[in-house]
């Protein structure tokens, strides 16, 4: 609230906001955590982690990151793969789909490098130890495409946490961590994510990890359109 009041030329304290936010009885909504949990299969390879917790690369497709989240509708559970690049914190590929298998985050990937011109030499992917990424499916792709690969510490959320910080933000304002709600189903689900990714998150939603810019802003010199 404040950044967007400071953007529209409103010279405002923080401090006033807060009181203000507070006298109109108007409060932030406070974020779930959700995680689709996997577990590497037997005899899988688990990757050191390269990334370290270097959420914030000087330039594009140095460090990506990926994971998946569910969503439960009324045709069932929906399942969403997708894949940030950390530097403008854009999301760059995605994918929605009935099961968790590899399929999904291979399919999300490939979109990814689809829409980005890479070198392989210096792109580091990074995920969780969830049996989608140690499999051969998803170690083949990386393989074929020349990419190296990081992943987080077993049961360490935080190695992860941009694409924690994303998910919980994704379900928090669409309503989608409120069981009370009319379920949407699965076309509805599709139009929903893909409006408030390619029309909102990647385009307007300001982040506080990239001085309150969106992924596609230009600031004070600071090029996140990438």
């Known amino acids: ?3 967007e009041l400071r953007e529209n030329g409103r010279h405002i304290s923080r401090k006033r906001v807060e009181r203000l936010m507070k ?13 689709a949990c996997s ?3 037997i005899d899988s390879k688990v ?8 959420f914030n690369p000087s330039e594009p497709n140095r460090y990506w990151c990926g ?37 999904l985050v291979t399919e999300a990937l490939n979109r990814a490098l689809g829409l980005r011109k890479i070198n392989p030499d210096q792109l580091l992917i990074h995920t969780d130890q969830g049996s989608q990424y140690t499999g ?33 933000t994704y379900k928090l304002e669409n309503d ?19 409006y408030w990714i390619e029309g909102y998150y990647n385009r307007e939603r300001r982040h506080s990890s990239i001085n309150y810019l969106s ?6 010199g600071l090029v996140k359109t990438v």
């Open 215 to 220: 992924p596609f802003s230009t600031k004070n």
């Open 47 to 54: 990757a050191e982690n390269l990334l370290d917790r270097q």
């Open 67 to 103: 994971d998946i989240t569910y969503v439960r509708t009324c045709e069932g559970w929906r399942y969403l793969a997708v894949w940030m690049d950390l530097y403008s914190r854009r999301i760059v590929g995605w994918i929605l789909g009935s099961s968790m298998e590899a399929k």
């Open 136 to 168: 051969g499916k998803y170690q083949e792709l990386l393989k074929a495409k020349k990419i190296s690969c990081s992943m987080s510490g077993k049961g360490n959320c935080w190695d992860n946490a941009a694409m924690e910080s994303f998910f919980s």
């Open 1 to 3: 609230m404040h950044q």
């Open 23 to 35: 006298r109109q009885g108007m409060q932030a909504r406070c974020r779930k955590r959700f995680r």
């Open 39 to 41: 577990k590497p299969e």
């Open 176 to 194: 989608l961590d409120d069981n009370s709600k009319i379920l949407l189903n699965t076309w509805e689900l599709q139009r929903e994510t893909a």
